[in-house]
Each structure stands twice: as structure tokens, then as C-alpha cells.
């Protein structure tokens, strides 16, 4: 019989890879101030005992991709964030049973994702099937009010990866780096399709972006896969400069929420 809720909160709590700081207990305070992360600017000091790359997985779930991506890039330091930490006690488990030092999880509340890092520390965030949140766009992982706080830490030019099932979310997110100019380095809406064409062209510069996006497949993106719903996949630069806005477009809606579960709306499109 697995664990249940508290028996897993309560392993967590020992748990040296896992730091739960969810916003009742940062809300009070701001910056350096007292209460503040500790650890703010000083992870791979404090933590991880390296200068490597920081990269971010927002919205990680059980952490089964941000402890993959770990495995496959020892160079590397990886970070699951999630609020809800039941799940996130499966990947932090897995880590410290399989000894994978270089990924940690954090939970908390991504609205206030800034407070935990210095300007600079991140170089690349992971949005890996996130919700699509076709109802609410300060909610979507992908939208201006998100960017606006990963630029308090996300280093200038630095890597936003999208992968998800999500056609909607797909298609704002390409429009809302089109409509602010960000540059994408690559944009597909069927990622193994695109890989398996990119690994026969010798030349193709998008074919190493692509490998490492189709590299790691979790158990849901097999399931939406089994369903014949194509994995998309877009990469993006986020710079420091300039104002960022929202596209002002109605896209197509998915019809259906998450997995065996249809859409609430009988509307069709959203912003």
C-alpha cells in the first residue's frame, strides 16, 4: 500500500534535497528581509558545491523529468518546483535512494518564484506540461506576468523550453513571443515527428534542441502519445529589455481539461 498525504509531508520534512516554503510562510516578508529564502543567490554555494548552470523545472509534479534531466546532465543542477507536495515526494525519493546530487525540489507557490533566486542564478527554465489555463491568463505559465518575474533571476537571453500536449497553450505562447519579439530558436507542433526528420538531416541545426526535448518521456506524455495527441515543443529566449504585452487574439480552445477529463466550457475560444 503506497503512503498516504502525511506520511509523505512528514518525509519530506527530513528529506536534505526538499526546501517546502509555501507562500503563507514567505508572504510577510520581502527580499533579504528576515523570513526571506535563505538560500536566495547562493544555491550552488549552499547547495549544490558547484558553479554549474541552474535550471528550473515549474509545475514538476511527481519531479520524474527534473530527476531525469539530473541523470542525463551530471554537469548540470536542476530544481522541481511544485506546490503540491505529495507528489514531489516520488522524484525526491527516487534521487536520494539513486544518489542524483545534482537535482533538489522546492515547494512552493510559483507566483512568488522570485523570491527564491538572485538575479542572474538561472540560466534555462523546464515548462513541462503545465495547465493550460485556457480561462485565465495570469495563470499561464508562459504568460507576460510569469516572464516579468523569471527575468528577476533568468539570466539575459536565457532559455524558456514548452512542452506540452496542449495545442492552446502551444499557440499562445508562440503568439505571445511573436507579438513581443522574442526569439525562438525552435517551434514544432508534432516533437517526434520533428526529431525523427531533423536526425536525418546531417545539417540541421535544430536537431540537438530537438534530441534533447524528445530524450525524456514521462508516463502521462505516453498516455496523451497512446491517445494520437502530438507532443509540441517550442524554445524560446527571454532578454532583459523591453515591455512586455499580451496578444490581443482568440485562440482555438482544447477540448478537453487533462487526461480522461473533458473540457468544463461549452466556449470554444479564449485569449
Known sequence: MGKGKLAKFADMETYKNVFQYPYSVLSPFEGEQEGGFPMR???????????????????????EYAVELAKAHPDRNYIGVDIKGARMWT????????????????RTNIEIIDRFFGPDEVQEIWLTF???????????????????????????????????DSNFLFTYTSLMASHNRLPIAVSTDDLYAAQSSSSADSGSTAA????????????????????????????????????????????????????????????????
Open 208 to 271: 540537438p534542441l530537438l534530441h534533447e526535448a524528445a530524450a525524456i518521456q514521462t508516463y502521462y506524455e505516453q498516455m496523451w502519445l497512446s491517445r494520437g495527441i502530438p507532443i509540441k515543443y517550442l524554445q524560446l529566449r527571454l532578454p532583459h529589455d523591453g515591455a512586455l504585452e499580451e496578444p490581443d487574439v482568440e485562440i482555438e480552445m482544447d477540448d478537453y481539461r487533462s487526461y480522461h477529463r473533458t473540457k468544463r466550457s461549452s466556449s470554444q475560444y479564449a485569449k
Open 130 to 164: 503545465s495547465d493550460p489555463q485556457m480561462k485565465n491568463p495570469r495563470k499561464r505559465l508562459s504568460s507576460t506576468y510569469f516572464l516579468e518575474r523569471y527575468r528577476h533571476f533568468l539570466t539575459d537571453e536565457g532559455t524558456i523550453h514548452l512542452k506540452t
Open 91 to 106: 522524484g525526491a525519493t527516487r534521487a536520494l535512494h539513486e544518489g542524483i546530487d545534482n537535482v533538489a525540489f522546492l
Open 41 to 63: 543567490g547562493r544555491w550552488r554555494d549552499d547547495y549544490f558545491h558547484n558553479q554549474n548552470p541552474i535550471i528550473l523545472e515549474l509545475g514538476c509534479g511527481k519531479g
